[in-house]
């Protein structure tokens, strides 16, 4: 269900349209650096997100994971550097200016950060009436019908409110959020944190699905071992404030950052690594 009709395009949204259709850089970070107070976060931090790709961001407890998240979405305003996203500057401008690149994400933030006080269907319409004010009730209602089914709560999940839902479902009606304008990029803060095993693995399989069948570029937040393994085209290491490296898990294997090694080679890692040979043995 395409929310964007032809005569509510502005020539920027074209511009942006064009961009997302065409350009192999999804998202850019140049030279970033965000501090509070003494403490440096980032400094010089570099990355680039390729369009259609998950990318997994790594690294460890407070190395400014979600800051970053923060500083592309324009939550957070880094003191130096340059972010893009589809080519639009984004650092400094003003809410309404990136509007229309705004409209073109969604963002799962860490914990679901659903409205309490609203039920699921409620939460999922928030974006649609504050980005696209003359929708009606009617298309609001199936808008958000659509994404519950499409992120795959019951439809029952529609009236409940987030306290009556289990922490998988919490997930799921914040990806549906997220969702709901039919963005191009999906940020993912921490998806399946706090999820059992299996509930973790079908959120996994569900990213991997919508972002196949939707074309979605994905920036996605994970201390989760067996979600790079399973969905992550390549992964970004923090550590020192930059991105020390980024690529395919093999490719980061390859480097001799200590905790780079730590992370992927200490038992946690190598568990995942074997489960995930045996998922693609199984797979032939
Ligand atoms: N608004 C803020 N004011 C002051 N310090 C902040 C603010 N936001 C983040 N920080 C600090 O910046 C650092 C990075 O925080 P961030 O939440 O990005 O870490 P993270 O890598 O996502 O960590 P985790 O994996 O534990 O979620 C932390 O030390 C945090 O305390």
Redesign the pocket.
């Known amino acids: 269900m395409e929310l964007m009709v032809e005569e509510q395009r502005s020539a920027e949204e074209r511009r942006i349209e064009e961009a997302i259709a065409h350009d192999d850089i999804a998202i850019s970070v140049r030279g970033v650096r965000?501090a509070?107070?003494q403490?440096v976060?980032h400094d010089g931090l570099d990355l680039d997100v390729r369009r259609g790709e998950i990318l997994g961001v790594v690294?460890?407890?407070?190395?400014?994971?979600?800051?970053?998240?923060?500083s592309i979405i324009g939550l957070?305003t880094p003191e130096a550097g340059e972010i893009t996203v589809f080519g639009e500057p984004m650092i400094g401008r003003l809410d309404d200016e990136a509007l229309a690149i705004r409209k073109r994400w969604g963002v799962l933030f860490?914990g679901g950060a659903l409205f309490s006080t609203l039920t699921v269907a409620e939460n999922i319409e928030v974006p649609i009436r504050e980005y696209y004010p003359n929708i009606g009730a009617t298309l609001r209602d199936e808008i958000a019908a659509y994404k519950i089914r499409m992120t795959g709560l019951p439809a029952e999940a529609g009236p409940k409110f987030p306290s009556e839902l289990s922490g998988g479902m919490k997930k799921r009606a914040g990806l549906a959020r997220a969702l709901a304008l039919d963005p191009d990029l999906l940020f993912l803060?921490?998806p399946t944190a706090g999820l059992d095993p299996i509930g973790a693995a079908a959120f996994d399989e569900q990213t991997r699905k919508l972002q196949q069948t939707l074309g979605l570029t994905v920036f996605l937040?994970t201390?989760d071992l067996d979600t790079l393994y399973s969905i992550c085209d390549r992964v970004a290491v923090?550590a020192d404030r930059k991105v020390i490296a980024v690529g395919t898990i093999e490719e980061l294997l390859a480097t001799d950052h200590p905790w780079i090694q730590e992370y992927f080679n200490g038992p946690r890692g190598r568990a995942a690594t074997a489960a995930a040979n045996k998922a693609t043995d199984g797979r032939r």
């Open positions: 965000n509070f107070g403490q976060v690294g460890g407890s407070g190395t400014g994971k979600s800051v970053l998240m923060r957070q860490q803060d921490e937040i201390h923090l």
